[in-house]
């Protein structure tokens, strides 16, 4: 689920006219390198404007790009904060952060999530600075380990830039002792004699005395909040004189001072305004108009602006605005000692003007802030069923810690909506105790209950039990998840699809766990026709995943390549309420790259690859990254790049996700697969002991596949001890794929006890067995498996070709002879068609960059400057025609340009 973002926050703040010249600051901030850049004074200091200022020229002469997040409160959250954080980096540095969103959503440690961004912007060719303005207000325990590990690795090009009322939780000594800190602090930020002259002139629009100036200087110490608020109250003085010997800059005056000389100057329905809108940390004409409960909020604020009333733009429309926080701060204050009463109904207002505009967050927060948590508990329970649909658990997960115990106490579907969203963010403690809760509430008299949404009642004894379900299923205990999944869909309403389609879901994942595929198959394709049904699209392609996994397995291939058009075909169909391209479309692709795999139709297969690779990380799930390299490494291993394949099992890995579904095929097999066919059968063996793998463990579908790599490995080895125990464990895996009905699991066993029986000299059983897989595989045309064997088992083909001369199948198998294909373009790696080829030094870039090493790193390993590594990067970028690391590796890969 992505989070809904607050577009203002990325905006530069634009420059007011009139602003100050600060050449001197301007040096500091220019002047060396340094990894990070501290802004630290109080409130009032023009840190923000200042940066602002300086960034906005750097950009207009230079390719400097600005990443800049205004944080707040909301973003004391690890997930929050770091989407802004990448997204603006996304924003600014096309390509930096993409793959990093996508680890961060799919639940991805934050350390693994920024060392993925971190080597991509290691080599982006450009100057990049990330700027957190009011950092003070969002750092927190959760954030700051990912801040450290952040600040230690940036790369040269990038400068962290953090405006703060407080010095951060940060090795800010060790940076400064390093020489690695740039700081400007409250000391720096004060206005000389001369910039705070220049800015009273131009402010008060009056020529004053130079002693004025001075004494008024001196009096406010430079400090600019004070010299505003001086500035704005000579405008229509005369006794200049008299005002500036009375006048104080400190912090007590000068709060005393904008309540008595900005506010209690203003016009009666200006000071209602500014103290009726205080309570709103963004404003709009509009909003601010069903706050105050008057019209003409937009003119009132466009009229502050122009006057310089400590009030910030946040967009070029001059739509949005925010006060500034010293002014916030103060009008707050005024209104809870003037109207402390008022308060609660401002609030409410706001909240119902951000719930018509479709702003639940907001409207939340608004009404929890005005004490008013029933309106708040109203408001989710309305909505959640678009936040199901919408996969906004997050929100839900936020909101049962906040709201009020005995609030949801009485409210029974907004209890259980609660639950949910727990459940789906995988935060299950204490989540059999707000079950067991909600079973107890609904035992007493219904009149004792509150109801919003009356439609969602009649849902929960069905929702409550797939949650114990769930539960279960985390547990361990599948016979319970399939007990309760079952009385979940005996209780379900008729017409609730989504009900039954998660129950039968459940169901299909505690009997796959079990080995029981064809139950589980039954079951999930129930749950794909529900959703489809209930309109919940994006979550029928996860399922369809699912049951192409599960019908491989099968030996369905026909089957599995249906089950992914037709999902392919629903995510295709235009809709206003989806994206153009929904999310989970290019986890179809890959798989049906898979099928066409198993088919040998190599070219269709990296067609498919490619066609996923250009809709991008937003078109796929969770687990595409990792599902999308493992598909590519069989491609190269059919090339005969070995090397490659591994590189990329390595980098699939490094970013797999996991799901409910049982990891069926490790990728750590798949690795020891491709060492053995490589001949390194000494790595093969390291496998097999590293996961202690034995021909005489108890068979269990969840490590069938690891027992027939083990088998592939033994083959490979050609001893006959090896082939011998492999022959052993053949025939138990055979017995127990024809068990369970694991077809596919049979065509592939069979094929492999042909090996074994050739390699001891038993031609008849090698015939007997190469004629079972043949029986088996043809019908669907499954011909990987046999190129795969085929010099080993080409001798028996010839012979059983004799027995079956009519067969089609097997002459295709015959004249089949394990071509190396590439993916299309890269028939022959060393030389790619491309028009414009990598030169051999772009080439040694490009294979550094599949690496884990850093930009600086590469540089020192081909004994280069920086400089020319970024230079190298960039005419890699443009050949290949891409814009990031990962994707200039990806496709390197599919042309052969990495072996």
């Known amino acids: 689920m992505a989070l809904e973002l607050v577009e203002t926050k990325f905006f530069l703040p634009q420059a007011r006219a009139g602003l100050i010249e600060r050449t001197r600051l301007d040096l500091v901030l220019g002047g060396r390198r340094s990894r990070l850049t501290l802004l630290s004074a109080p409130a009032g200091f023009g840190k923000t404007t200042l940066l602002a200022h300086w960034l906005t020229k750097q950009a207009e002469r230079s390719d400097l790009r600005v990443a800049w997040v205004s944080l707040d409160e909301n973003d004391r959250v690890a997930q929050t904060f770091w989407v802004y954080v990448l997204t603006a980096l996304e924003r600014a540095a096309p390509g930096s952060a993409s793959s990093g969103l996508q680890l961060l959503a799919a639940g991805q440690p934050v350390e693994a999530v920024l060392a993925a961004v971190l080597n991509e912007l290691s080599v982006f060719p450009g100057d990049v600075v990330l700027v957190l303005d009011d950092y003070h207000l969002a750092e927190c325990a959760q954030t700051q380990p990912g801040m450290a590990f952040l600040l230690e690795r940036l790369p040269p090009q990038v400068r962290l830039v953090i405006i703060t009322r407080a010095d951060p939780a940060l090795p800010v000594a060790r940076l400064r002792v390093r020489g690695e800190l740039t700081e400007v602090r409250a000391a720096d930020l004060r206005f000389t004699d001369a910039e705070a002259a220049r800015f009273l002139t131009e402010a008060t629009g009056r020529d ?15 400090w600019i909040a004070s010299l505003q608020l001086a500035a704005l109250s000579l405008r229509d003085r005369t006794d200049t004189s008299g005002f500036i010997a009375g006048f104080t800059g400190t912090d007590r005056f000068v709060v005393d001072y904008l309540v008595e000389e900005v506010l209690d100057r203003e016009p009666p329905e200006v000071r209602h305004f500014l103290l009726d809108t205080s309570i709103l940390d963004r404003l709009c004409g509009s909003l601010c108009d069903a706050v105050t409960a008057t019209d003409g909020g937009q003119l009132i604020l466009a009229s502050l602006e122009r006057r310089n009333l400590f009030i910030m733009p946040l967009d070029n429309q001059r739509h949005w605005y925010r006060y500034h926080h010293l002014f916030a701060d103060v009008l707050r204050a005024s209104l809870l000692q003037e109207r402390p009463e008022a308060v609660q109904g401002l609030h409410q207002r706001a909240s119902r003007w951000y719930a018509e505009d479709g702003q639940l967050k907001e409207a939340v927060r608004h009404a929890l802030a005005g004490d008013n948590p029933d309106s708040a508990a109203e408001l989710i329970e309305l909505a959640l069923p678009e936040l199901r649909r919408d996969r906004r658990e997050n929100l839900l997960q936020r909101w049962a810690t906040e709201l009020p115990p005995e609030v949801v106490a009485r409210r029974p579907v907004l209890a259980v909506g609660l639950v949910g969203g727990l459940m789906a963010s995988n935060d299950f403690g204490g989540v059999a105790q707000r079950l067991r809760e909600v079973e107890a509430m609904l035992t007493r008299p219904p009149s004792e209950w509150v109801i919003a949404d009356i439609d969602e009642l009649p849902r929960l004894p069905a929702a409550m039990e797939t949650f114990w379900a769930g539960l279960a299923l985390v547990e361990g205990d599948l016979a319970g998840t399939v007990a309760h999944a079952r009385k979940a869909q005996s209780l379900a309403v008729e017409g609730d699809n989504l009900m039954h389609a998660s129950a039968a879901g459940l169901v299909g994942l505690a009997t796959w766990a079990g080995g029981d595929i064809v139950a589980a198959h039954h079951a999930y394709r129930a749950a794909a026709d529900g959703l489809t049904k209930a309109g919940h699209i994006a979550d029928v392609l996860g399922c369809s995943l699912t049951l192409a996994d599960m019908e491989l397995a099968l030996g369905r291939l026909g089957e599995a390549e249906r089950t992914l058009d037709h999902a392919l075909t629903l995510a295709q169909q235009p809709s206003a309420e989806r994206p153009s391209v929904m999310r989970g479309t290019a986890d179809m692709l890959v798989g049906l790259s898979r099928s066409a795999w198993h088919r040998n139709e190599l070219e269709a297969a990296a067609d498919y690859l490619r066609r996923a690779d250009e809709l991008g990380e937003p078109a796929g799930l969770p687990q595409h990254p990792y599902r999308w390299r493992v598909a590519l490494a069989r491609l190269r291993v059919t090339a005969g790049d070995f090397v490659a394949a591994l590189g990329l099992l390595d980098e699939a890995e490094r970013v797999y996700v996991s799901d409910f579904s049982p990891p069926v095929h490790p990728i750590h097999a798949t690795r020891a697969r491709v060492l053995a066919a490589s001949g390194d059968l000494r790595g093969a063996a390291a496998w097999v002991r590293g996961h202690d793998v034995r021909v005489d463990d108890d068979l269990a579908y969840l490590h069938e596949y690891e027992h027939l790599t083990l088998c592939r490995i033994m083959l490979a080895e050609n001893t006959s001890r090896s082939v011998r125990d492999a022959s052993a464990l053949l025939d138990r895996l055979l017995a127990a794929a024809l068990d369970g009905g694991r077809m596919g699991t049979v065509i592939e066993v069979e094929v492999m006890r042909a090996m074994a029986a050739h390699a001891v000299g038993d031609d008849h059983g090698a015939l007997s067995a190469l004629d079972s897989a043949v029986d088996l595989a043809e019908p669907d045309g499954w011909v990987r498996v046999f190129v795969d064997a085929n010099t080993t088992i080409a001798p028996v083909m010839q012979t059983l070709s004799k027995r079956r001369p009519r067969s089609a199948f097997i002459h295709e198998l015959l004249a089949t002879n394990a071509p190396a294909l590439a993916p299309p373009g890269s028939e022959t ?30 540089a020192r390993e081909l004994v280069v400057s920086l400089n020319t590594v970024k230079t190298h990067t960039q005419h890699i970028y443009t050949k290949l025609d891409v814009n990031n690391r990962r994707s200039a590796v990806t496709r390197g890969h599919q042309m052969g340009l990495t072996r």
């Open 829 to 858: 790696p060393a030389t790619p068609t491309l028009l414009d080829p990598l030169s051999d030094r772009e080439l040694d870039v490009l294979r550094l960059l599949a690496s884990d090493l850093d930009g600086p790193a590469i």
């Open 208 to 222: 004053l005395p130079a002693a004025d100036l001075s004494a008024l200087g001196a009096r406010t110490e430079g």
